[in-house]
């Protein structure tokens, strides 16, 4: 076992800090998310880097040039047993279906996994079913990951399953709210991510010339993350996403609805108990995020105006897609893992 020395928390608590670093993987290397890993692992103060690995098992090796400097490893092909024998913990940046072989696979050589894919976040066999099939039966001991609000779970799971970037938003804005009894009826949730929110492989969608100039509306009333937001709010939304010309970020303006009688300085009040020890969620009050605010960070951003006289309420909760809705939250969850400072590595 690693010996530790005890140093501060966000919240002022002592966390221990291990003497020697967990070895880390990560599959998937290549990808947007994938790539952000490997940055932000290679700069982390207590792990090592072990293996990256591609997606396929038959890829070339290669190296990441825009990371040049900061890591200068090749990502080689995929191969579970390798990845197994030198890591600790491994990261899983894979399509869903490879996630839940790969994943699986893992825990059986007891692994700890972190898994950025949406195949172990549902948890209701129906709705998994339906959207997630690659999966079956979720194995024992995973934890949805949304750090600040089960940082308990987390800590002894041996699957964390990374929130999706607009289920990240939109939760971390609405379940304070919704856990008080302080929203009433129907909640609209106008989302829109930066196009690298739709995966590396191309398509017609994510095609340059399809998207400059333009912003496009999709999934509605079909888009699996609506299941995984009305999992986490226990409360029915429509949720419609939009994709915009940026290369990162997310924005989402939520418009809803207050119990009778609750005031804004209510509302106030309820975010601020939320996140009082939260270091990535920064509360805005009627100053509203914007994307270039949280670009390139792990920070969620959110704002919010009521409406007294009608009960009506807005809120704007704003993340960088691959950070705090992939990589960055990966790495948090990674730190409550391990017991460390929330911020290691990420500020």
């Known amino acids: ?52 690995m591609s997606s396929g098992a038959t890829s070339n090796p290669r190296p990441l040039p825009a990371l040049k400097g900061i890591w200068d490893g090749t990502v080689v092909p995929l191969d579970i047993d390798k990845l197994a024998e030198n890591t600790d913990i491994v990261f899983l940046a894979l399509p869903e ?34 959207w997630y099939p690659a999966t079956g039966a979720l194995p024992s ?8 609000r089960y940082a308990k779970t987390i800590r002894g799971a041996t699957l964390v399953s990374n929130p999706g970037c607009y289920p990240t938003a939109a939760v971390l804005a609405l379940a304070p709210l919704a856990d008080a009894g302080l929203l009433h009826g129907d909640v609209v949730i106008d989302a ?42 226990g409360i029915s ?15 989402e303006t939520i418009y809803g609805s207050l119990q009778p009688g609750i005031t804004g300085a209510q509302v106030t009040n309820v975010l601020d108990r939320a996140y009082a020890a939260a270091p990535f969620v920064r509360l805005t009050g009627s100053e509203l995020p914007e994307i270039k605010h ?19 309420l807005v809120m704007v909760s704003a993340i960088d897609n691959l950070i705090k809705g992939a990589a960055g939250q990966a ?13 290691a590595g990420l500020l």
């Open 237 to 251: 939304v429509t949720f419609v996403p939009h994709l915009v010309p940026l290369d990162r970020g997310l924005l």
């Open 192 to 233: 829109k991510s930066g196009i690298s929110g739709a995966g590396k492989a191309p398509s017609d969608r994510t095609h340059f010339c399809e998207n400059h100039g333009s912003v496009t509306a999709y999934g509605v009333f079909a888009h699996r993350h609506t299941v995984e937001i009305e999992q986490e709010l």
């Open 97 to 130: 279906a490879a996630s839940a072989e790969v994943g699986a696979g893992l825990l059986q050589r007891n692994k700890r996994v972190i898994d950025l894919s949406g195949a172990f976040r549902i948890r209701d066999d129906i709705g998994r079913q339906r």
């Open 1 to 52: 076992m690693n010996m530790a020395a005890p140093i501060p928390s966000a919240s002022g608590s002592l966390v221990e800090l291990p003497t020697k670093p967990t070895r880390v993987g990560v599959a998937g290397a290549t990808g947007y998310a994938g790539q952000e890993l490997v940055r932000l692992l290679a700069k982390h103060p207590s792990v090592t880097l072990a293996e990256a």
């Open 294 to 312: 949280v670009a390139y960070s792990n920070f969620c951003d959110i704002g919010w105006r009521v409406d007294e006289s009608t009960g009506r």
């Open 331 to 343: 790495v948090q969850n990674l730190n409550i893992l391990l017991n460390l400072d929330e911020r």
């Open 141 to 148: 001991g995973v934890a949805y990951g949304l750090s600040e």
